[in-house]
Protein backbone atom coordinates (compact mmCIF):
# COMPACT_ATOMS: atom_id res chain seq x y z
CA UNK A 1 0.00 0.00 0.00
CA UNK A 2 1.54 3.18 -1.01
CA UNK A 3 2.19 5.62 2.48
CA UNK A 4 -0.35 8.56 2.05
CA UNK A 5 1.08 11.81 2.88
CA UNK A 6 -0.51 14.94 2.93
CA UNK A 7 2.13 17.38 1.76
CA UNK A 8 1.79 21.26 2.27
CA UNK A 9 0.40 24.26 2.87
CA UNK A 10 -3.03 23.88 3.47
CA UNK A 11 -2.79 26.60 6.14
CA UNK A 12 -1.37 28.58 3.30
CA UNK A 13 -4.46 27.62 0.91
CA UNK A 14 -6.94 29.04 3.57
CA UNK A 15 -4.97 32.38 4.25
CA UNK A 16 -4.43 33.25 0.11
CA UNK A 17 -7.52 32.42 -0.59
CA UNK A 18 -9.25 34.26 1.86
CA UNK A 19 -6.94 37.29 1.40
CA UNK A 20 -7.73 36.73 -2.59
CA UNK A 21 -11.51 36.82 -1.87
CA UNK A 22 -10.76 39.93 0.05
CA UNK A 23 -8.60 41.74 -2.59
CA UNK A 24 -11.41 40.86 -4.53
CA UNK A 25 -13.80 43.25 -3.18
CA UNK A 26 -11.27 46.38 -2.52
CA UNK A 27 -14.48 48.20 -3.83
CA UNK A 28 -16.26 47.69 -0.17
CA UNK A 29 -14.99 50.40 1.67
CA UNK A 30 -14.98 49.22 5.05
CA UNK A 31 -13.34 45.55 5.32
CA UNK A 32 -13.45 43.82 8.57
CA UNK A 33 -10.20 43.42 10.68
CA UNK A 34 -10.10 39.88 10.19
CA UNK A 35 -10.52 40.45 6.39
CA UNK A 36 -7.51 43.10 6.33
CA UNK A 37 -5.44 40.78 8.99
CA UNK A 38 -5.74 37.71 6.21
CA UNK A 39 -5.05 39.77 3.54
CA UNK A 40 -1.70 41.67 5.47
CA UNK A 41 -0.68 37.60 5.58
CA UNK A 42 0.26 37.36 1.94
CA UNK A 43 1.37 41.30 1.87
CA UNK A 44 4.70 41.02 -0.52
CA UNK A 45 6.92 43.46 -2.54
CA UNK A 46 6.41 42.47 -5.90
CA UNK A 47 9.59 44.18 -6.91
CA UNK A 48 11.37 41.06 -4.52
CA UNK A 49 8.53 38.46 -5.15
CA UNK A 50 6.72 37.63 -7.61
CA UNK A 51 3.62 35.65 -6.83
CA UNK A 52 2.01 32.96 -8.42
CA UNK A 53 0.17 33.23 -11.88
CA UNK A 54 -1.41 29.61 -11.83
CA UNK A 55 -4.07 27.97 -9.66
CA UNK A 56 -3.16 24.22 -10.57
CA UNK A 57 0.06 22.15 -10.74
CA UNK A 58 1.40 19.08 -11.16
CA UNK A 59 4.52 17.27 -9.62
CA UNK A 60 6.42 14.06 -9.01
CA UNK A 61 8.48 14.08 -6.72
CA UNK A 62 11.37 12.05 -4.83
CA UNK A 63 11.43 11.61 -0.88
CA UNK A 64 14.46 10.50 0.74
CA UNK A 65 14.24 9.50 4.74
CA UNK A 66 16.98 9.94 6.78
CA UNK A 67 17.22 8.97 10.77
CA UNK A 68 19.72 8.32 13.62
CA UNK A 69 19.72 7.82 16.98
CA UNK A 70 22.55 8.01 19.22
CA UNK A 71 23.02 6.59 22.42
CA UNK A 72 25.83 7.14 24.80
CA UNK A 73 26.57 7.25 28.70
CA UNK A 74 29.03 8.64 31.48
CA UNK A 75 31.52 6.04 30.67
CA UNK A 76 32.12 7.22 27.11
CA UNK A 77 30.05 4.08 25.77
CA UNK A 78 27.96 4.96 22.77
CA UNK A 79 25.78 3.07 20.07
CA UNK A 80 24.80 4.71 16.20
CA UNK A 81 22.08 3.52 15.06
CA UNK A 82 20.03 4.23 11.69
CA UNK A 83 17.07 2.80 9.54
CA UNK A 84 17.47 1.00 6.57
CA UNK A 85 17.31 3.48 3.86
CA UNK A 86 14.16 4.65 2.66
CA UNK A 87 13.23 6.12 -0.98
CA UNK A 88 9.94 7.23 -2.04
CA UNK A 89 8.42 8.25 -5.22
CA UNK A 90 4.99 9.46 -6.18
CA UNK A 91 3.06 12.23 -7.78
CA UNK A 92 1.62 14.88 -6.37
CA UNK A 93 -1.56 17.29 -7.69
CA UNK A 94 -2.19 21.16 -6.97
CA UNK A 95 -4.36 23.53 -6.42
CA UNK A 96 -2.90 27.05 -5.56
CA UNK A 97 -0.97 26.35 -2.58
CA UNK A 98 -1.92 23.24 -1.89
CA UNK A 99 -0.57 19.90 -2.67
CA UNK A 100 -1.91 16.56 -2.29
CA UNK A 101 -0.01 13.12 -2.89
CA UNK A 102 1.04 9.76 -1.81
CA UNK A 103 4.31 8.14 -1.98
CA UNK A 104 5.33 4.85 -2.86
CA UNK A 105 8.65 3.22 -0.61
CA UNK A 106 10.45 1.64 -3.84
CA UNK A 107 12.90 0.29 -1.18
CA UNK A 108 10.11 -2.04 0.57
CA UNK A 109 7.37 -2.78 -1.82
CA UNK A 110 6.38 -6.04 -0.04
CA UNK A 111 7.93 -5.82 3.11
CA UNK A 112 5.24 -5.39 5.78
CA UNK A 113 7.47 -3.47 8.40
CA UNK A 114 5.23 -1.07 10.40
CA UNK A 115 6.89 2.12 9.45
CA UNK A 116 4.09 5.49 10.18
CA UNK A 117 5.09 9.04 8.91
CA UNK A 118 3.56 11.92 8.44
CA UNK A 119 5.30 15.59 7.46
CA UNK A 120 2.75 18.58 6.83
CA UNK A 121 4.87 21.72 6.09
CA UNK A 122 2.33 24.81 5.44
CA UNK A 123 4.09 28.35 4.29
CA UNK A 124 2.47 31.87 4.02
CA UNK A 125 4.25 35.07 3.31
CA UNK A 126 4.92 35.97 7.48
CA UNK A 127 4.52 32.35 9.09
CA UNK A 128 5.42 28.67 8.38
CA UNK A 129 4.70 25.50 10.76
CA UNK A 130 6.10 22.03 10.34
CA UNK A 131 3.73 19.48 11.42
CA UNK A 132 5.47 15.58 11.65
CA UNK A 133 4.65 12.20 13.14
CA UNK A 134 7.25 9.44 13.20
CA UNK A 135 6.83 5.82 14.18
CA UNK A 136 10.15 3.29 13.63
CA UNK A 137 9.79 -0.02 12.15
CA UNK A 138 11.89 -3.25 12.69
CA UNK A 139 14.63 -2.25 10.40
CA UNK A 140 17.31 -0.65 12.37
CA UNK A 141 21.14 -1.39 12.06
CA UNK A 142 23.95 -0.78 14.21
CA UNK A 143 25.49 2.43 12.35
CA UNK A 144 29.28 2.51 14.87
CA UNK A 145 29.18 0.87 18.42
CA UNK A 146 32.07 1.98 20.77
CA UNK A 147 32.27 -0.04 23.96
CA UNK A 148 36.02 0.65 25.21
CA UNK A 149 39.06 0.66 23.90
CA UNK A 150 39.94 -2.39 24.28
CA UNK A 151 36.86 -4.20 22.72
CA UNK A 152 36.73 -4.35 18.67
CA UNK A 153 33.05 -4.17 17.63
CA UNK A 154 34.04 -3.38 13.83
CA UNK A 155 32.11 -6.91 13.72
CA UNK A 156 28.68 -5.14 15.13
CA UNK A 157 28.81 -2.28 11.79
CA UNK A 158 25.56 -2.48 10.24
CA UNK A 159 24.28 -5.88 11.70
CA UNK A 160 20.27 -5.89 11.78
CA UNK A 161 18.87 -5.02 15.36
CA UNK A 162 15.09 -5.26 15.43
CA UNK A 163 14.83 -4.52 19.11
CA UNK A 164 14.60 -0.34 19.00
CA UNK A 165 11.40 0.85 19.10
CA UNK A 166 10.83 5.12 18.49
CA UNK A 167 8.27 7.57 17.54
CA UNK A 168 8.45 11.63 17.50
CA UNK A 169 5.76 13.91 16.78
CA UNK A 170 5.49 17.37 17.55
CA UNK A 171 5.32 20.76 15.26
CA UNK A 172 7.52 24.14 14.60
CA UNK A 173 5.84 27.60 14.26
CA UNK A 174 7.66 30.59 13.42
CA UNK A 175 7.54 33.97 12.17
CA UNK A 176 9.48 35.75 9.35
CA UNK A 177 10.56 39.45 10.00
CA UNK A 178 11.45 40.61 6.64
CA UNK A 179 8.02 38.60 4.96
CA UNK A 180 8.03 41.57 2.21
CA UNK A 181 10.91 41.07 1.01
CA UNK A 182 11.82 37.09 1.69
CA UNK A 183 10.04 34.50 0.55
CA UNK A 184 9.77 31.08 2.20
CA UNK A 185 7.01 29.61 -0.36
CA UNK A 186 9.45 30.38 -2.99
CA UNK A 187 12.26 27.81 -1.70
CA UNK A 188 9.96 25.46 -0.55
CA UNK A 189 6.46 25.16 -2.02
CA UNK A 190 7.00 26.98 -5.27
CA UNK A 191 3.97 28.78 -5.07
CA UNK A 192 6.07 32.60 -5.58
CA UNK A 193 9.00 33.54 -7.26
CA UNK A 194 12.18 35.04 -5.46
CA UNK A 195 13.71 37.74 -7.89
CA UNK A 196 16.16 39.14 -5.80
CA UNK A 197 18.08 37.96 -3.20
CA UNK A 198 17.21 38.61 0.72
CA UNK A 199 16.97 37.76 3.96
CA UNK A 200 15.25 37.54 7.27
CA UNK A 201 15.59 36.92 10.78
CA UNK A 202 13.36 34.04 12.14
CA UNK A 203 11.58 33.47 15.89
CA UNK A 204 9.53 30.53 16.25
CA UNK A 205 8.28 27.87 19.10
CA UNK A 206 7.99 24.48 18.78
CA UNK A 207 6.77 21.04 20.95
CA UNK A 208 8.01 17.64 20.28
CA UNK A 209 6.73 14.13 21.89
CA UNK A 210 9.67 11.66 21.85
CA UNK A 211 9.52 8.08 22.78
CA UNK A 212 12.59 5.40 22.30
CA UNK A 213 13.29 1.96 23.99
CA UNK A 214 15.74 -0.94 23.66
CA UNK A 215 15.64 -4.32 24.06
CA UNK A 216 19.09 -4.58 25.67
CA UNK A 217 18.55 -8.35 26.27
CA UNK A 218 18.33 -8.83 22.40
CA UNK A 219 21.27 -6.55 22.68
CA UNK A 220 23.18 -8.25 24.79
CA UNK A 221 23.02 -11.60 22.36
CA UNK A 222 23.78 -10.13 19.41
CA UNK A 223 27.21 -8.54 20.97
CA UNK A 224 27.84 -12.08 22.52
CA UNK A 225 26.85 -13.81 18.92
CA UNK A 226 29.27 -11.24 17.15
CA UNK A 227 31.86 -11.13 19.77
CA UNK A 228 32.98 -14.10 20.37
CA UNK A 229 31.21 -14.36 23.90
CA UNK A 230 31.51 -11.07 25.08
CA UNK A 231 28.60 -9.23 25.68
CA UNK A 232 26.61 -9.83 28.86
CA UNK A 233 29.19 -7.62 31.27
CA UNK A 234 30.38 -4.99 28.60
CA UNK A 235 27.38 -2.79 28.40
CA UNK A 236 27.27 -0.67 31.72
CA UNK A 237 24.59 -0.24 33.72
CA UNK A 238 23.59 3.39 33.04
CA UNK A 239 23.48 2.58 29.18
CA UNK A 240 20.35 -0.01 30.17
CA UNK A 241 17.53 2.47 29.73
CA UNK A 242 14.24 0.60 28.80
CA UNK A 243 12.33 3.06 27.67
CA UNK A 244 12.88 7.24 27.67
CA UNK A 245 9.85 9.39 26.54
CA UNK A 246 10.31 13.07 26.81
CA UNK A 247 8.48 16.13 26.10
CA UNK A 248 10.74 19.12 24.71
CA UNK A 249 9.14 22.95 24.40
CA UNK A 250 11.19 25.02 22.46
CA UNK A 251 11.72 28.27 21.96
CA UNK A 252 14.51 28.99 18.40
CA UNK A 253 15.76 32.01 16.85
CA UNK A 254 18.04 32.14 13.44
CA UNK A 255 18.01 33.62 10.20
CA UNK A 256 17.45 32.43 6.21
CA UNK A 257 18.68 33.85 3.35
CA UNK A 258 17.31 33.29 -0.59
CA UNK A 259 20.23 33.63 -2.87
CA UNK A 260 19.37 34.47 -6.78
CA UNK A 261 22.53 33.75 -8.22
CA UNK A 262 20.93 33.88 -11.81
CA UNK A 263 17.68 34.49 -13.25
CA UNK A 264 14.67 31.40 -12.23
CA UNK A 265 17.67 30.31 -10.07
CA UNK A 266 17.43 30.30 -6.26
CA UNK A 267 19.75 28.51 -3.49
CA UNK A 268 18.01 28.71 -0.19
CA UNK A 269 19.54 28.40 3.74
CA UNK A 270 17.90 28.35 6.79
CA UNK A 271 19.12 27.68 10.10
CA UNK A 272 17.69 27.88 13.41
CA UNK A 273 18.95 26.93 17.24
CA UNK A 274 16.12 26.20 19.85
CA UNK A 275 16.33 26.05 23.59
CA UNK A 276 14.35 23.46 24.65
CA UNK A 277 12.74 22.03 28.10
CA UNK A 278 12.44 19.09 28.46
CA UNK A 279 10.43 16.93 30.97
CA UNK A 280 11.18 13.04 30.88
CA UNK A 281 10.20 10.33 32.46
CA UNK A 282 12.04 6.65 31.51
CA UNK A 283 11.85 3.12 32.91
CA UNK A 284 14.76 0.67 33.47
CA UNK A 285 14.98 -3.08 33.69
CA UNK A 286 18.44 -2.72 35.98
CA UNK A 287 17.74 -3.39 39.29
CA UNK A 288 20.33 -0.98 40.85
CA UNK A 289 18.89 1.89 38.66
CA UNK A 290 17.88 5.19 40.78
CA UNK A 291 14.83 6.14 38.88
CA UNK A 292 15.12 9.68 40.30
CA UNK A 293 18.15 9.70 38.79
CA UNK A 294 16.63 10.11 35.50
CA UNK A 295 13.79 12.18 35.72
CA UNK A 296 14.21 15.96 35.14
CA UNK A 297 13.28 19.16 33.40
CA UNK A 298 16.47 20.89 31.65
CA UNK A 299 17.55 22.57 28.85
CA UNK A 300 19.20 21.41 25.85
CA UNK A 301 20.14 22.90 22.81
CA UNK A 302 17.88 21.49 19.54
CA UNK A 303 18.44 22.50 16.04
CA UNK A 304 16.37 23.15 12.41
CA UNK A 305 18.30 23.29 9.36
CA UNK A 306 16.10 24.23 5.69
CA UNK A 307 17.70 24.22 2.62
CA UNK A 308 16.78 24.43 -1.27
CA UNK A 309 17.61 24.84 -4.67
CA UNK A 310 14.98 25.92 -7.34
CA UNK A 311 14.33 26.66 -10.49
CA UNK A 312 11.32 27.53 -11.60
CA UNK A 313 10.09 30.26 -14.29
CA UNK A 314 6.46 30.20 -13.33
CA UNK A 315 5.38 27.84 -15.83
CA UNK A 316 7.92 24.78 -14.77
CA UNK A 317 9.89 24.32 -11.97
CA UNK A 318 11.95 22.12 -10.80
CA UNK A 319 14.24 21.31 -7.52
CA UNK A 320 15.75 19.84 -4.49
CA UNK A 321 14.61 21.07 -0.64
CA UNK A 322 16.03 19.25 2.50
CA UNK A 323 14.81 19.82 6.10
CA UNK A 324 16.76 18.15 9.05
CA UNK A 325 15.85 18.29 12.94
CA UNK A 326 17.98 17.35 15.56
CA UNK A 327 17.12 16.98 19.38
CA UNK A 328 19.47 16.31 22.48
CA UNK A 329 18.88 15.08 25.64
CA UNK A 330 21.31 14.63 28.34
CA UNK A 331 21.87 13.88 31.77
CA UNK A 332 25.20 12.94 33.69
CA UNK A 333 24.66 9.21 33.61
CA UNK A 334 23.05 8.53 29.74
CA UNK A 335 22.03 11.05 26.34
CA UNK A 336 20.29 10.65 23.38
CA UNK A 337 20.50 12.51 20.08
CA UNK A 338 17.83 12.32 17.52
CA UNK A 339 18.42 13.55 13.57
CA UNK A 340 15.70 13.14 11.05
CA UNK A 341 14.96 14.93 8.00
CA UNK A 342 13.61 14.33 4.54
CA UNK A 343 15.77 15.00 1.30
CA UNK A 344 12.90 16.03 -1.39
CA UNK A 345 13.86 16.15 -5.48
CA UNK A 346 10.41 17.30 -7.74
CA UNK A 347 9.88 18.33 -10.99
CA UNK A 348 6.31 19.41 -12.13
CA UNK A 349 4.13 22.20 -14.50
CA UNK A 350 1.98 24.93 -13.29
CA UNK A 351 -1.53 25.52 -15.22
CA UNK A 352 -4.85 27.09 -15.24
CA UNK A 353 -3.78 30.78 -15.45
CA UNK A 354 -5.45 33.04 -12.98
CA UNK A 355 -7.68 36.14 -13.93
CA UNK A 356 -5.98 39.11 -13.08
CA UNK A 357 -8.05 40.92 -10.45
Given at each position: ????????????????SLAMTTQA??????????????????????????????????????????????????????????????????????????????????????????????????????????????????????????????????????????????????????????????????????????RHSSGSAL???????????????????????????????????????????????????????????????????????????????????????????????????????????????????????????????????????????????????????????
Amino acid sequence: MPNLRVLRFIFTLMIASLAMTTQANDSVPHRSFLSRLIASFSDVDTSYIEPQHYNFAVMVQNTNNYELYRLSNKQGQSILFSPEWSMKVGPYFGWRWVFLGYTLDVNHISNSKKKKEIALSLYSSRFGVDLFYRKSGNDYRIKSMYLGKDINTEPLRNQSFGGLNSSIKGFNLYYIFNYRHFSYPAAFSQSTVQRHSSGSALVGIGYTKHSLSVDWTQMEDLIKEKLSGEGKSVIDSSMKVGKVEYSDISVSGGYAYNWVFAHNWLFAASLSAAIGYKSSTSRTSHSRWNIKDFDFKNFNLDGIGRFGVVWNNTKWFAGMSAIFHTYNYKKDQFSTNTTFGNVNVYIGFNFGKRKKL
